[in-house]
């Protein structure tokens, strides 16, 4: 069976759900499917079952259809570290910072990274879903495209090109980016789908005609808007997200860092009735919150001191505030941060806000691990990915508390314990059965939308 590529016509077209949905619906026909991204760009990771990081969306989709998570899914990611630079990410492991202009020299050494991954994830599954990044034709870098282009063609791949409708301009999108490939990778292309179609889908109809009989491409389904709400890719995408606050009876605020990572960490809040999520950039704000939490950073010098120029430090140093910080929000709330090895920052000691005692030491060698841990009396899986070392993983004084762990709040338990104490009304959720309800409604709906035959046909055909 071929294996299966997700190009876009853009970025943000919708190549993540999609890549996720043809995943688990391959998978619920019997097909021995697997989620792949040669490389990604993202702050935001999860801990692998074999102890590596990779990009949120092929974690969720791994996790989705009950399959071990795998670096080799993800073999390449990139964070950011400073201006035109990222920290690389290889095989799950970090092994060094580049800039731009470096990476796309050395690209040549990257591709057998990516090759090994593809082919020994084949050996164990029928089909590789492979996710694409931004648009696959970009002229001048075709040649240093390794999510799309150069997976295409190493590994014969069939292609579903993912148009955005709602961007505008769908018909010069598709065939602009067909014919802009190389003829080799067109005769691979088994169709497009048309992604989030608002409005009456019969106003489209003659759309279909002209892409098929016009352009010569199938369209293998036409998708109205729908919002999975689960695995958001960047923080964009999750800052933007509009809830239904009108049961709502706590107000949390969210610090908009400016390198916000591990923001999927905030998902069982934004679907938490009881709750309204604030993503907040103004001192200000915070004062109208119940909750403020000081999430995970990416670069956690250069956002201490971000906080500073905006005016949170007196709200963050107040004992009366409720806080919650984790992972480089918890590192702040200590005395003094120490770089010696310059792992985030030139500068070698930074104050922190000083709510705990002692030093974080930042060490070269990451912390990348999932486990249990006791937060509260309670005991909660969870996941660690930072370079700062203090002697607890978990702090509590007063009214803050501070955890180098992810995933808290997808506890139920531990959730409602914090909560309850804000508003002793909070009655909370169950949050693993909203999220088997969410999947299995996109897919559903994923499924109504598109030939998945059709698909299937085209994937098993010689």
Request: aromatic content about 10%.
């Amino acid at each position: 069976m071929h294996s299966l590529s997700i190009f876009g016509t853009s970025s943000d077209a919708g190549k993540s759900t999609l890549s996720f949905a043809l995943t688990y619906l391959l998978h619920q026909r019997g097909i021995n499917a697997v989620p792949f991204k040669a490389q990604n760009v993202s702050n935001n990771s999860q801990v692998t079952d074999d102890g590596g990081e990779i990009a949120i969306p092929q974690f969720f989709a791994a996790e989705a259809i009950g399959i071990p998570t795998s670096v080799l899914m993800n073999p390449i990611l990139l964070k950011s570290a400073g201006e035109s630079k990222a920290h690389m990410i290889l095989n799950g492991k970090s092994v060094a910072q580049k800039d731009v202009w470096e990476y796309y020299r050395d690209i040549d050494t990257l591709k057998p990274i990516v090759k090994a991954a593809f082919n020994t994830l084949k050996e164990e599954y029928e089909c590789i879903v492979a996710e694409g990044a931004g648009s696959p034709v970009e002229l001048n870098l075709m040649d240093k495209d390794l999510s799309n282009i150069y997976v295409a063609k190493e590994f014969h791949t069939k292609i579903i090109i993912v148009a955005d409708i709602e961007r505008g301009g769908v018909f010069a999108s598709i065939y602009g980016v067909y014919n802009l490939l190389p003829k080799k990778l067109q005769k691979n292309v088994i169709g497009v789908i048309i992604n989030k179609f608002c409005g009456d889908m019969r106003l489209f109809d003659e759309g279909v005609s002209i892409i098929e009989k016009d352009f010569g491409i199938k369209v293998l389904g036409v998708v109205p808007y729908k919002p999975l709400n689960l695995g958001f890719e960047d923080a964009q995408s999750l800052i933007n997200y509009k809830q239904d606050t009108k049961a709502s009876i706590i107000t949390v605020g969210v610090i908009q860092l400016p390198h916000l990572s591990n923001f999927t960490d905030f998902e069982p809040l934004i679907a938490d009735k009881e709750i309204a999520l604030r993503f907040i950039s103004n001192a200000v704000e915070a004062y109208s919150c119940d909750l403020i939490i000081l999430p995970g950073s990416k670069r956690v010098i250069d956002d201490l001191a971000w906080l500073r120029a905006n005016g949170f430090e007196k709200i963050l140093t107040s004992k009366k505030t409720n806080i919650i910080a984790i992972c480089g929000g918890y590192e702040m709330m200590f005395e003094h941060l120490i770089d010696k090895d310059s792992v985030e920052s030139e500068k070698t000691i930074t104050a922190g806000f000083g709510r705990f005692k002692g030093n974080v030491i930042f060490q070269k060698e990451k912390t990348v691990k999932k486990g249990y841990y006791n937060h509260r009396g309670i005991i909660t899986p969870g996941y660690e990915i930072h370079n700062g070392i203090t002697k607890k993983n978990a702090k509590k004084k007063k009214n803050l508390y501070g955890t180098f762990v992810h995933g808290i709040f997808e506890n139920d338990a531990l959730r409602l314990k914090i909560f309850n104490k804000i508003n002793p009304s909070y009655k909370g959720y169950n949050f693993q059965d909203f999220k088997t309800k969410t999947i299995e409604d996109f897919t559903n709906h994923i499924d109504k939308h598109i030939d998945m035959n059709y698909i299937i046909k085209e994937l098993q055909r010689n």
